[in-house]
């Protein structure tokens, strides 16, 4: 089975930076698109980042400056620098993995559990 877990999560006072990793385990063939999403408390879950394959980057227009995403293929594992952090970043952040497990062209998505973000003002 295919394992993905997030660590680097934290408090932080408004300004300040985190870096958040997301290290997938298991009988993997190949990691295609990579994401981040986060859910604040009473809402809904919202994607924050994209990364493709070969690194190609999408995010949402309120991370755009701050945040950035990147993977390391070898390692399978998918980073998230957060800059500039601000309160209204505080949620559980999630990431997640569209995987192939073998040379078969079946994918499924994989979901890590999260980890916690607490920006204070």
């Known amino acids: 089975q295919v394992q993905l877990v997030e660590s680097g999560g934290g408090l932080v006072q408004a300004g300040g930076s985190l870096r958040l990793s997301c290290a997938a385990s298991?009988?993997?063939?190949?990691?295609?698109?990579m994401e981040w999403y986060r859910q604040a408390p009473g809402k809904q879950r919202e994607v924050v980042a994209t990364?493709?394959?070969?690194?190609?980057?999408n995010y949402t227009d309120s991370v755009k400056g701050r945040f950035a995403i990147s993977r390391d293929n070898a390692k399978k594992t998918l980073y998230l620098q957060m800059n500039n952090l601000k309160p209204e970043d505080t949620a559980r952040f999630y990431c997640?993995?569209?995987?192939?497990?073998?040379?078969?062209?079946?994918?499924?998505?994989?979901w890590g559990q999260g980890t916690q973000v607490t920006v204070s003002s």
């Open positions: 298991g009988i993997i063939f190949r990691i295609n698109n």
């Open positions: 997640n993995a569209d995987v192939q497990l073998t040379q078969l062209p079946y994918h499924n998505v994989y």
């Open positions: 990364i493709t394959r070969d690194g190609s980057t």
